[in-house]
């Protein structure tokens, strides 16, 4: 989300939309916002989608494999009422732990694809002003 903040900062602050007026002058109106722009704000997200698409996979990825090896370490230990015990309760947690991260991804990818969506039906000036932090508007 880092990566997408700064792309998007630079993008808004390339059209001067965000950069700070002199003190005592007039505000400085923005350029026209083409569809070039548009096209590169989509290119933004998109490139953030593909990226959390990925460790979203991951993760899920991981979520199994750490099902599996804790199911495998209690099989193994089943004589040992310790052990499967250890080994299920550290299962629980990690996924537990992997899960609210997967959550946090999901929402992200959730708000992506709302913004992605709402750009290709705006119109560029609307699209770029949808991309703009809250605290400049």
């Known amino acids: 989300m880092k990566r997408l903040q700064e ?5 808004l602050t390339g059209l001067g939309l965000i950069s700070a007026a002199p003190f005592g002058s007039k505000v400085n109106q923005a350029a026209k916002i083409t569809l070039a722009e548009k096209t590169r704000l989509q290119q933004i997200i998109e490139r953030q989608q593909r990226f959390n698409n990925g460790i979203l996979l991951v993760a899920v990825v991981m979520v199994g494999l750490v099902f599996v090896l804790g199911i495998a370490f ?3 230990h089943r004589d040992n009422p310790t052990a ?3 080994a299920f309760g550290g299962n629980l947690f990690s996924l ?5 991260w997967i959550r946090k991804l999901w929402i992200e990818k959730g708000l992506l694809d709302l913004a992605r969506l ?3 039906e705006m119109a ?3 699209a770029i002003e949808l991309s703009r932090p809250q605290e400049f508007l």
């Open 96 to 100: 537990l732990v992997t899960v609210g």
């Open 74 to 76: 209690a099989a193994y």
């Open 118 to 120: 709402a750009t290709e």
């Open 7 to 11: 792309d998007l900062h630079e993008l």
């Open 84 to 86: 499967v015990g250890l």
């Open 124 to 126: 560029p000036e609307e």
